[in-house]
């Protein structure tokens, strides 16, 4: 599958996760792999992932692009049915270094005409019901403990670990310094 990111498409939000192992040599391919392993574990109800080959656009979607595999995994649960998850793994040295982008589906007329109605009635009161926000949270729990358990079975402890703490603020990042605390100690 290819899936293509250029300036038209948003980026929801972005993690990054580096690891410093004595020797990295293949584990950036074996960490894509360690993850599709633990998503087909969580036995998570519509989830489905696949091996990508992702197209981005440099400056403006014009000038240069990038190439690189991945893993792709979305929802057909209705509330997440829109959002993209890519999960990239790239080694620099003895770095292996993973992103995890959440981006924003191309959507049809119709799917854009309900959003605008939906948001027509949140001015009204909360449009999310508990049990989608509860659902989402789910999604993107799972998404950031695949990492821990694909970072568990590489066979080699890392020398350093580094989680991003920029998002560290945000809703859906929540809980995730305490997920990372049993690599850094």
Request: proline share 3%; charged share 20%.
């Amino acid at each position: 599958m290819l899936v293509k990111l250029n300036a038209k498409t948003p980026l929801l939000n972005r993690y990054y996760f580096t690891m410093w192992f004595e020797n990295a040599t293949g584990y950036s391919d074996q960490f894509l792999n360690e993850v599709k392993t633990a998503l087909q574990k969580s036995n998570f109800p519509q989830i489905n992932f696949q091996d990508v080959h992702v197209k981005s656009g440099g400056c403006l979607g014009i000038f240069g692009s990038e190439e690189f595999d991945a893993v792709h995994i979305e929802s057909d649960q209705e509330d997440l049915k829109n959002i993209g998850c890519i999960y990239k793994s790239s080694e620099f040295g003895n770095l292996v270094h993973l992103s995890l982008l959440f981006y924003q589906k191309k959507r049809g007329f119709f799917e854009l005409l309900i959003a605008f109605i939906k948001a027509l009635f949140s001015i009204f009161g909360k449009s999310t019901s508990i049990k989608e926000a509860e659902y989402q949270e789910v999604f993107y729990r799972l998404l950031h403990m695949s990492i821990s358990e694909a970072a568990s079975k590489l066979g080699s402890d890392p020398l350093q670990v580094e989680f991003d703490p920029r998002d560290s603020s945000k809703p859906s990042a929540s809980g995730l310094s305490g997920l990372m605390s049993k690599f850094t100690g």
